[in-house]
């Protein structure tokens, strides 16, 4: 087993004018390499705290986080769309690589192909308003890969859609997930029916 990410004994609590809110007691979990992880609970049981707190967002309270090597690379997609509307579908996908300023020719490619292969080649050059709900979402996780980054952690990505829609999609982001060879979180706090 490739252990990246070891957690021991995490709890954090939250502190404001409400008080204390316990928002994680006492969690400990391995995540290796290729995993696949869903964490399933209830709205407020503190699954975005984890992810945020492993992103490095929040500071936790107690416990050890350890990762495998320095630098370990975070990408985060979170719940709602937030593809830019005023950039096209390219300009979203490699905005991680300009930020990192490690733009090259053959990452901008790679970025192109992943697009091509999962069904958005005759929208590269559009604007996200051109999507459909389930299509931007696989924007965003093709945004959030070509960072390369060493885990994936994914809050609620079907959370905004309708219930047919997020079966597809649910489909879809797993086999990008799989066939990319990546190891992800994701977090969701419904699998069946809709209420
Ligand atoms: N910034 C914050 N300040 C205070 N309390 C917070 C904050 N963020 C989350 N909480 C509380 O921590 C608990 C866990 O929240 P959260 O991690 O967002 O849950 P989930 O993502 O599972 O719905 C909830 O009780 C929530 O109200
Ligand atoms: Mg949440």
Known sequence: MNKIIEIKNLRKYYHDKNGETLAIDNISLEINKGDFISIIGTSGCGKSTLLSILAGLE?????????????????????????????????NCLIGLEIEKTITKEKKEKVISLLEKYGLKEFINKYPSSLSGGMKQRVALIRTLAINPDILLLDEPLSALDYQTRLTLSDDLYKIIKEEKKTAIMVTHDLGEPK
Request: proline letters at 3%.
């Open 59 to 91: 500071t936790k309270s107690e416990g050890i986080i350890k990762y495998n090597k320095k630098n370990f690379k975070i990408g985060y997609m979170l719940q709602k769309d937030s593809l830019f509307p005023w950039r096209t579908v390219l300009e």
